[in-house]
């Protein structure tokens, strides 16, 4: 998995530089709400395809709330940002009475708006370890 982390970061950290080099990532989260499209294409790494979820943070905690089907998920999370252009969150998420932990590495397209690469390490959701992309925009906060 280290590897494949390794893999992914050096990808954006290209595109991010060349492709994306007059937009900023927040510098910190706390109190901002992210409204996350995931990718509509569903396949075994992607069980969760179309969902759009709002992820409200605080200062470290944070609810997912599913606009799906009105479920809310607490988590706790870290946030950094790698670069001016690109920021990642470790989160712990307790989905129906099971953990799952899982990055979100952002790489923005405009102020507001970019893509993410959503990386399961383990979770409630099989399979336990997946990878899947979507766009997230950063409402005003």
């Known amino acids: ?35 996350n499209a995931v990718s509509q294409a569903y396949s075994r790494q992607n069980p969760n395809a179309g969902h759009i979820y709002r992820l409200e943070f605080d200062a470290e905690t944070y609810t997912s709330h599913l606009l799906n089907t009105g479920e809310a998920f607490p988590g706790t999370y870290t946030y950094r940002k790698l670069a001016h ?28 708006t970019g893509t993410f690469i959503y990386t399961q390490d383990s979770g409630a959701i099989a399979p336990d370890v997946r990878q899947n992309t979507g766009t997230y925009t950063l409402q005003d906060g």
């Open 1 to 35: 998995m280290a590897m494949k982390r390794l893999i992914t970061f050096t990808l954006l950290a290209a595109t991010a530089q060349t492709t994306y080099a007059r937009c900023n990532v927040p510098a910190q989260i706390d109190g901002r709400t992210f409204t």
């Open 85 to 112: 252009n690109m920021g990642q969150i470790t989160a712990t998420e307790s989905f129906g009475g099971q953990l799952s932990t899982y990055t979100l590495t952002l790489v923005c397209l405009s102020q507001h």
